[in-house]
């Protein structure tokens, strides 16, 4: 199965049902569900929003299904001049799998990982 590494606090964000849109500077046009990996750091940036989130970093802690890849989403979570790709059925598992090493770009998960069902 696909997974994309996301830097936590929009990893959890997306599995919670928060994040709406995965903001990126490439089209994409594959559609279906993914596992989203929390990346081994936190993003504290200014603008990130401060949420009370569990911050398991390099772990898989849900997934969610890409229905759509557009430019000019109303969504509040939209930056301008990026591609949106439409996020929808986010599910955030009850146990993330731990320890597991994300890549750039979609990746597979490693043989032998066990994914909770969705």
């Known amino acids: 199965m696909k997974a994309l590494t996301v830097k936590n ?3 959890y964000l997306i599995c919670s049902g928060a994040k709406d849109i ?4 490439w089209r994409i046009s594959f559609r ?3 596992l989203v990996h929390a990346g081994g750091t936190i993003d504290r940036r200014d603008f990130v929003p ?10 898989i802690i849900g997934s ?16 301008a001049d990026f ?3 439409v996020l ?3 599910v955030l598992f009850e146990r993330p799998i ?5 890549a750039l770009s979609f990746w597979e998960i490693p043989e032998g990982i066990s994914i909770p069902a969705s």
């Open 9 to 11: 606090p929009w990893a």
């Open 22 to 25: 995965e903001n990126r500077t």
């Open 32 to 34: 279906g569900r993914i």
């Open 50 to 59: 401060r949420v009370d989130c569990p911050a398991h970093c390099s772990a």
């Open 64 to 79: 969610v299904e890409i229905v759509d890849c557009i430019r000019d989403s109303s969504s509040p979570w939209a930056f």
């Open 83 to 85: 591609w949106h790709w």
């Open 88 to 90: 929808r059925d986010p």
């Open 98 to 102: 731990l320890n597991i090493r994300g």
